[in-house]
């Protein structure tokens, strides 16, 4: 089993910062891969920000209105992967979902795995 545990959501004023985590646990023999996703009321899931080749050189990756504001890291030993978000607006309103893209075992394929979400909320 791989869980995926978030934490961080909250209600922060516009102009304001929140820093998002997410903990990978369970049976996984390899990371390759964390990033985070959102979900506004009546919009479509969208990328926020994600960081391939995670136990290596961390590329990153940024949705456009994401860009210069929120910054994606990661401790590759502790499976953990932080979202940075700082003038915050209403618009980044919505549930967050972190995702992973795990490999269990030497012998399976890899697979995404998506933790429950974490609600923030900007004020104006």
């Known amino acids: 089993q791989v869980q995926l545990v978030e934490s961080g959501g909250g209600l922060v004023q516009a102009g304001g910062s929140l820093r998002l985590t997410c903990v990978a646990s369970?049976?996984?023999?390899?990371?390759?891969?964390m990033g985070w996703y959102r979900q506004g009321p009546g919009k479509a899931r969208e990328l926020v920000a994600s960081?391939?080749?995670?136990?290596?050189?961390?590329?990153?990756e940024y949705g456009d209105s994401m860009r210069g504001r929120f910054t994606i890291s990661r401790n590759s030993a502790k499976r953990t992967a932080y979202l940075d978000m700082s003038r915050l607006k209403p618009d980044d309103s919505g549930i967050y979902f972190c995702?992973?893209?795990?490999?269990?075992?030497?012998?399976?394929?890899?697979?995404?795995?998506w933790g429950q979400g974490t609600q923030v909320t900007v004020s104006s």
């Open positions: 995702t992973a893209n795990i490999k269990r075992t030497t012998w399976e394929d890899r697979s995404d795995y």
């Open positions: 960081i391939d080749n995670f136990e290596t050189s961390a590329d990153t």
């Open positions: 369970g049976s996984i023999f390899s990371v390759y891969g």
